[in-house]
């Protein structure tokens, strides 16, 4: 079983930059897709970004060409880049990780979330 722990939210302007991480241990972290997900007050949990083992991303449309994911295996890492931030971007993000177990269902584990908070 993994653990996740996420780091790098806080208070940004309009416009501003922010880089996210997300630090694995416990297991072999280059058989997990990984992904970050977010949740703003009073809203459902969204997928964000992903990034398969094999190096693959897919992304929401809202933060498409804004936000860039990309994982370190060697490092047991992923990373989100989020550039020209917006106050819809504000909300508590989650680090995800995903993998089938030994039955074939897929198992999600997460992180502890980071309050990302877009704002003049």
């Known amino acids: 079983q993994v653990q996740l722990v996420e780091s790098g939210g806080g208070l940004v302007q309009p416009g501003g930059s922010l880089r996210l991480s997300c630090v694995a241990s416990?297991?072999?972290?280059?058989?997990?897709?990984m992904g970050w997900y977010r949740q703003a007050p009073g809203k459902q949990r969204e997928l964000v970004a992903a990034?398969?083992?094999?190096?693959?991303?897919n992304y929401a449309d809202s933060v498409e060409g804004r936000f860039t994911i990309s994982r370190d295996n060697a490092k047991n890492t992923v990373t989100l880049q989020m550039n020209s931030l917006k106050p819809e971007d504000t909300a508590v993000y989650y680090c995800?990780?995903?993998?089938?177990?030994?039955?074939?269902?897929?198992?999600?584990?997460w992180g502890q979330g980071t309050q990302v908070t877009v704002s003049s």
């Open positions: 995800n990780g995903q993998r089938a177990d030994v039955a074939g269902f897929l198992r999600n584990y």
């Open positions: 416990g297991s072999i972290f280059s058989s997990y897709a």
């Open positions: 990034i398969t083992t094999g190096g693959s991303t």
